[in-house]
T-cell receptor, first 109, second 114 residues
Framework: GIQVEQSPPDLILQEGANSTLRCNFS?????LQWFHQNPWGQLINLFY???GTKQNGRLSATTVATERYSLLYISSSQTTDSGVYFC???????????FGQGTTLQVKP | NAGVTQTPKFQVLKTGQSMTLQCAQD?????MYWYRQDPGMGLRLIYY???????DKGEVPNGYNVSRLNKREFSLRLESAAPSQTSVYFC?????????????FGDGTRLSIL
């Protein structure tokens, strides 16, 4: 089945710094989602981005489907950005999502 | 707009007890999913229902059963809980496979089995 790999596994930033998280996937996909799992465990939808670039405030995401990767950019990081960031892709025509292992981000004040 | 609602939010069980986790969505979605998340890991699919009246196994179905009660509701049952089933359980829904629409997740149920 399709494999999803995220890097880096852990990231520590000083508040105000920028960062890039990467998601590689092993097969062609027709959509991709980025989630933020906050310290309370809630999964927050960040982006649904099968291809191209989308921006939402300080966050943006780019998916290059032909090269099988997606990037999540966080600019001017804040302590509230801390948590785990997951990317996920559908495995087949059933729509079930395959998740990467996540990137744990800690933003220090 | 509630989205996906899961109950209960927390539960502690003893080994061998049974319980049912409830999930309901108000987005008129066709497909619903149950995932579990273990420490330091991403989510793994337990069961899913592509449409009302159908259910299928995911990656880790052993020890669980599901019921798609109607289009809105999809329940997950543990018949005889085991400590290995201590986890956080997430329900999700989407318009359906091939719809190119995102999945939406509930807030999760934290289940501890002693």
């Amino acid at each position: 089945g399709i494999q999803v790999e995220q890097s880096p596994p852990d990231l520590i930033l000083q508040e105000g710094a920028n960062s890039t998280l990467r998601c590689n996937f092993s097969d062609s996909v027709n959509n991709l989602q980025w989630f933020h799992q906050n310290p309370w465990g809630q999964l927050i939808n960040l982006f649904y981005i099968p291809s191209g670039t989308k921006q939402n405030g300080r966050l943006s995401a780019t998916t290059v489907a032909t090269e099988r990767y997606s990037l999540l950019y966080i600019s001017s990081s804040q302590t509230t950005d801390s948590g785990v960031y997951f990317c996920a892709v559908p495995s087949s025509n059933t729509g079930k999502l395959i998740f990467g292992q996540g990137t744990t981000l800690q933003v220090k004040p | 707009n509630a989205g996906v609602t899961q109950t209960p939010k927390f539960q502690v069980l003893k080994t061998g007890q049974s319980m049912t986790l409830q999930c309901a969505q108000d987005m008129n979605h066709n497909s619903m999913y149950w995932y579990r998340q273990d420490p330091g890991m991403g989510l793994r699919l337990i069961y899913y229902s592509a449409s009302e009246g159908t259910t299928d196994k995911g990656e880790v179905p052993n020890g669980y059963n599901v019921s798609r009660l109607n289009k809105r509701e999809f329940s997950l049952r543990l018949e005889s809980a085991a400590p290995s089933q201590t986890s956080v359980y997430f329900c999700a829904s989407s318009r359906g496979p091939g719809s190119n629409q995102p999945q939406h997740f509930g807030d999760g149920t934290r289940l501890s089995i002693l």
